[in-house]
């Protein structure tokens, strides 16, 4: 996989867990989707995820975007 799928399967899992985990025990799991959803949308403006690069040291192969 490249780095921009595992980028986005991070960010499916995390919110889906964050709101599984919100509608079974406390409202503020939903502090985890909200922070995903901000990180990506400041990454559609400055380019810089941290995932990314993270997985860029681990030697994940670069995709299109990433």
Known sequence: MSIDRL???FAGS????GVLLSA???PWWLLVPAF???N??????SGFC???RI?????V??????
């Open 55 to 59: 997985l860029k040291r681990f030697g």
């Open 14 to 17: 995390f919110i889906l867990i």
């Open 24 to 26: 079974l025990a406390s």
């Open 7 to 9: 980028v986005f399967a």
């Open 40 to 45: 990506m949308l400041q990454s559609a403006f």
């Open 50 to 52: 941290p995932l990314a």
């Open 61 to 66: 192969k670069p995709g299109a975007a990433f």
């Open 36 to 38: 995903v959803g901000a």
